[in-house]
C-alpha cells in the first residue's frame, strides 16, 4: 500500500490532508522573513582604530603595522587588507571558508590586545568586528532643506525622524549618515598666543582642570538628607571665553585673550549631498535578522509621509537606496513566472484531453504543492530571497512536468477501458 492507494480509496483522508498542508503553508509564508540574499556571514574581521590628529604616515607606522605583525600568525587567514587615512587605520582580516567565525574573532582579539602596548597611549582602543550578513541597510531616509545648516537639520533626523521610524516592527537600529553634532570649537590666534606665551598644551591642560563635574557628595541632617551637585561643566560660549587659561604676574589669561569660543560641527571634514548638491542627512534603517524587509518598508513610507505633513514646509524628506525595489521585481517575476506555467498547464491538458473533471486536479494539486512548499522553508530557517525564490520556480516546473505526464498517463489508461479505482 503506498499514498495514491490510500488517497484513493480514502477521498475523505486525502483532502483533509491537502487542506492541512494549505493551512500549515499559509502560517509558515507570514513567518518567512524576506530579503535580497540569503543570511550568509562572510568570514571577514575587521580591526577598526582610530587616533584623532594623526596623519596617514603615523596611523600606518603606529598603529597599522604593530597590528597586522600580530594578526599575521593567526592560522587558517587567506588574506589581510589593510588601510591607513589620517586619524584612522583599518584592517580587514579575510579567514578561509569553514572557519568557524567566533574562534577566528576570538584569535583577533587575543592578538590585538598583545599590541595594545605598543600603540600610542593617545589612540583609542582597537574595534574588533565581525563582518553580519544581517547589518545591511535596507532604506535610507534623506533629510534636506534650503534654509537650515546641517546642525539643525541632524537634530531633526536624531529626535524626530529616527523616533519615529525606530519603533517600526523588525527594526535593529537607525544610522545616522552625514550628520553634524553640535561642539565648541576654539578659533586661537596664533600672534596672540605668542604674546601671551601660552600654548595649546596650556589651554588644554586648563580645560582638563576646569570643565569637569565630579560628585560632591550629601548634606545629612537629623530629618533632611541633601545631594550636593558642583555645577562645573562648561556650556556656553560665554563661559568658554572666560575660562582662565593662567595667570601671569596675577593677572589672569582667559581664552578670549587668545581666541574665541563658538559653536560648531563636531566633524567638519564629512559632507553628504543629494539631489541638486544640496547637503543633507541620512537616516539608513537595519533590520533584525529574520525580519520582512518589505513590511519594514512599506511601514516606513507611511510613517514619512505622515512626517511630512508635521514637519516645516523646507524640510525635505526623500528616499535613497531603497533595497526592497529588486526583492520586489524578484517576487512579482516568480508570481508572474507561477501564474504563466499554472495557465499553461490548464490549458494544455483540456485542450489535449478535453475534459473538465480531468483538468480541475491539477488546477488543485499545484497550489497545495506550492503553497506547502512555505512551510518547509519555515522550518529550515529559509527566508525569501533570489535563490530559494529560484528554486520555487525550478520546482514550479517539476510540479508543471509531472502533472502532464502523470494525468496523460491515467487518462490514457481509463481510455483503455482500466477502472477508476
Known amino acids: 500500500m503506498n499514498i495514491s492507494t490510500v488517497s484513493i480509496n480514502r477521498p475523505v483522508l486525502a483532502s ?55 594578526i599575521n600568525g593567526i592560522d587558517g587567514i587567506k588574506n589581510i587588507t589593510s588601510s591607513s587615512s589620517d586619524g584612522r587605520s583599518s584592517i580587514t582580516v579575510e579567514f578561509e571558508l569553514g572557519v568557524d567565525m567566533d574562534n577566528a574573532a576570538n584569535d583577533v582579539r ?74 565648541m570649537r576654539l578659533y586661537l590666534d596664533p600672534r596672540k598666543l605668542a604674546a601671551f606665551n601660552v600654548t595649546p598644551s596650556d589651554i588644554r591642560n586648563a580645560l582638563t582642570r576646569e570643565n569637569v563635574e565630579l560628585p560632591t557628595g550629601i548634606i545629612e541632617g537629623y530629618q533632611t538628607t541633601l545631594s550636593i551637585r558642583t555645577l562645573g561643566r ?32 563636531e566633524n567638519e571634514r564629512t559632507l553628504l549631498r543629494g539631489n541638486g548638491l544640496i547637503p543633507m542627512v541620512g537616516v539608513a534603517l537595519t533590520p533584525q535578522p529574520g525580519a520582512n524587509y518589505i513590511n519594514i518598508v512599506d511601514e516606513a ?84 530571497n533570489i535563490l530559494t525564490l529560484l528554486g520555487v520556480v525550478l520546482a514550479t516546473g517539476i510540479v508543471v512536468d509531472d502533472a502532464i505526464v502523470v494525468m496523460e498517463n491515467i487518462y490514457s489508461k481509463i481510455e483503455h477501458g482500466m477502472d477508476n479505482f
Open 301 to 384: 513610507y507611511k510613517r514619512v509621509d505622515q512626517l511630512r505633513k508635521e514637519l516645516p514646509e523646507d524640510v525635505t524628506l526623500n528616499y535613497a537606496d531603497d533595497l526592497t525595489i529588486s526583492i520586489r521585481k524578484a517576487i512579482t517575476e516568480v508570481e508572474e513566472t507561477i501564474l504563466l506555467s499554472f495557465f499553461l498547464v490548464v490549458l494544455v491538458i483540456f485542450i489535449f484531453l478535453r475534459n473538465w473533471r480531468t483538468t480541475l486536479i491539477p488546477i488543485i494539486a499545484i497550489p497545495i504543492s506550492l503553497i506547502g512548499t512555505f512551510f518547509v522553508m519555515y522550518i529550515f530557517g529559509f527566508t525569501i
Open 110 to 183: 587575543d592578538r590585538v590586545s598583545r599590541a595594545i602596548r605598543y600603540l600610542p597611549p593617545d589612540a583609542d582602543p582597537p574595534i574588533i568586528s565581525k563582518a553580519d550578513a544581517d547589518a545591511e541597510n535596507i532604506l535610507t531616509v534623506t533629510v534636506q532643506s534650503t534654509k537650515r545648516d546641517l546642525l539643525e537639520l541632524t537634530d531633526i533626523a536624531n529626535n524626530i525622524v529616527k523616533e519615529r521610524l525606530q519603533t517600526i516592527q523588525g527594526v535593529s537600529m537607525i544610522n545616522i549618515w552625514g550628520e553634524k553634532r553640535y561642539a
Open 234 to 265: 562648561l556650556e556656553t560660549p560665554e563661559e568658554f571665553n572666560n575660562l582662565i587659561i593662567r595667570y601671569t604676574n596675577d593677572v589672569p589669561i582667559r581664552v578670549k585673550d587668545v581666541g574665541k569660543a563658538d559653536y560648531a560641527p
Open 16 to 70: 483533509v490532508v491537502s487542506i492541512v498542508i494549505v493551512l500549515f503553508g499559509i502560517i509558515g509564508f507570514t513567518y518567512l522573513g524576506v530579503r535580497e540574499y540569503p543570511s550568509v556571514d562572510p568570514p571577514v574581521v575587521t580591526v577598526s582604530t582610530s587616533y584623532v590628529g594623526a596623519n596617514s604616515a603615523v596611523i600606518e607606522t603606529q598603529i597599522t603595522e604593530p597590528l597586522e605583525a600580530q
